[in-house]
């Protein structure tokens, strides 16, 4: 059985784990993620590494990380959420700690891969996930293989731009979709909703510590389970604007599935239910074509381990 380990950086945890041929993870180490980023990140990466090669005999390395990734999958091009990471050979300097080949992978492609081989898009030759976490990062399979473009780095669906000069984006530009479908968006969404109504977002307030601040997204998930219109709104308008960007994304890949993941997929249908109904209403020659299925993502938060350490493998 070949073994390879797979390590997720995340804002808030490095995750890393041994991953055997079919995808099961063995054994796991998982540390915080250093808020300097730069070099102390990258030795973080390594001390997770060898902490996992005392046990296993294992023969690559794959890292799933945020930003934009060289088409020989060695250098940090660019990254809105990791400092002193930009221009970086993330290869070369992991090298200088891990004995191992090293492969470098672009987070949402690495999520994208672990579902198709091991979750929710198993037997899909023609696969897209968005992962809708504090942005929308996505990936992209197409006749079975990963696309990665001309520069290796395709699929940024987050940086679709769906309203001109609306909303600014990290990446620099105005009214891209993570602005407006992200979790982030969807917490400006609700603030926004509270700020409208706010007598009536008392319930929902007094989940957090009462003000607009205190809420978090994990309680406008419970408000909205339990019904409560303003969260439930908050969703829907998410929805909207995630139903709208999959439907451009499959007039151009004309995918036989859409796979969500990240945070926010934690509401399940309340989230799902109403993005179908948009992709129905707003996908070009609506009733004339087929229609993409929408699922929930089943790895969770192990997609990009996962998805990072089968891609070492090959």
């Given at each position: ?29 998982r ?175 007094a989940?957090?510590d009462g ?23 908050g ?27 990240g ?10 239910a ?8 707003l ?22 381990l ?9």
């Open positions: 059985m070949t073994l390879t380990i797979g390590i997720d950086i995340g804002g808030t945890k490095v995750l890393g784990g041994v991953v055997d041929e079919n995808g099961k993870i063995l054994a796991t180490q540390v915080p993620t250093p808020k300097e980023g730069g070099a102390a990140l990258t030795k973080t990466i390594a001390d997770v590494a060898n902490h996992l090669l005392k046990d296993h005999d294992v023969v690559a390395l794959g890292v799933s990380a945020a930003g934009l990734i060289s088409s020989d999958r060695e250098t940090i091009l660019a990254t809105g959420n990791i400092s002193g990471w930009n221009g970086v050979n993330l290869k070369e300097e992991l090298n200088k700690f891990v004995d191992l080949p090293i492969f470098i992978e672009n987070d949402a492609n690495s999520a994208a891969w672990g579902e198709s081989r091991y979750g929710a898009g198993v037997g899909e030759d023609h696969m897209l996930i968005l992962t809708i976490g504090t942005g929308v990062g996505g990936g992209a399979i197409i006749d079975g293989k990963l696309l990665r473009g001309a520069h290796g780095i395709s699929a940024e669906f987050g940086h679709i731009r769906v309203v001109p000069e609306g909303q600014l984006c990290s990446c620099g530009a105005r009214g891209c979709l993570e602005q407006y479908a992200s979790g982030n968006a969807l917490m400006r969404h609700v603030r926004e909703a509270i700020s409208a109504s706010p007598d009536a977002a008392y319930n929902l307030l989940r957090g003000t607009i601040e205190g809420l978090t997204g994990h309680h406008i998930t419970q408000a909205a389970g339990d019904g409560d219109p303003i969260a439930l709104a969703f829907n308008t998410t929805a909207q604007w995630l139903g709208a960007g999959i439907a451009s994304l499959s007039a151009l890949f004309d995918p036989a599935c859409v796979v969500i993941g945070g926010v997929i934690e509401a399940g249908e309340i989230l799902l109403p993005t179908r109904a948009a992709l129905e209403r996908i070009p020659f609506s009733g004339r074509r087929p229609i993409p299925k929408v699922v929930a993502a089943t790895l969770g938060n192990d997609a990009g996962v998805g990072a350490a089968d891609l070492a493998r090959s």
